[in-house]
């Protein structure tokens, strides 16, 4: 299974962009697929997550509200909309997809497919 991730850019605060990731097939028993992104120094930190079956659908506490995740079966894609982005949401972000139990969701040692990450750049 291959994830291959899109959309990232530079965008000026306050501003927006969509993410993409798509999957080369559908992971058997990977019900979840989310974005978690990276900063120099610091751990990969979960965005969001939803199931491929809908529903069960979170964010950080720090997107939430800015941020929308959705997904299209029939493409095998994710997106995520990002609104009113920061400068502080500059990072690398990444998807993935695994079947973490619904506790264990923002975990990333629960996600075992990876996508290559797209850089997101928000200048203040």
């Known amino acids: 299974v291959q994830l291959q991730a899109s959309g990232g850019g530079l965008v000026q605060a306050g501003g927006s962009l969509r993410l993409s990731c798509t999957a080369s097939?559908?992971?058997?028993?990977?019900?979840?697929m989310a974005w978690f992104r990276r900063t120099p120094g610091k751990d990969r930190e979960f965005v969001a997550s939803?199931?491929?079956?809908?529903?069960?659908?979170y964010y950080a506490d720090d997107v939430q509200g800015r941020f929308t995740i959705s997904k299209d079966n029939a493409k095998n894609t994710v997106y995520l909309q990002m609104n009113n982005l920061k400068p502080e949401d500059t990072a690398v972000y990444y998807c993935?997809?695994?079947?973490?139990?619904?506790?264990?969701?923002?975990?990333?040692?629960?996600?075992?497919?990876w996508g290559q990450g797209t850089l997101v750049t928000v200048s203040s």
């Open positions: 993935a997809t695994g079947n973490p139990i619904i506790t264990a969701t923002r975990l990333s040692n629960q996600y075992d497919y």
């Open positions: 097939e559908r992971p058997f028993n990977r019900r979840t």
């Open positions: 939803i199931r491929w079956s809908g529903g069960s659908i």
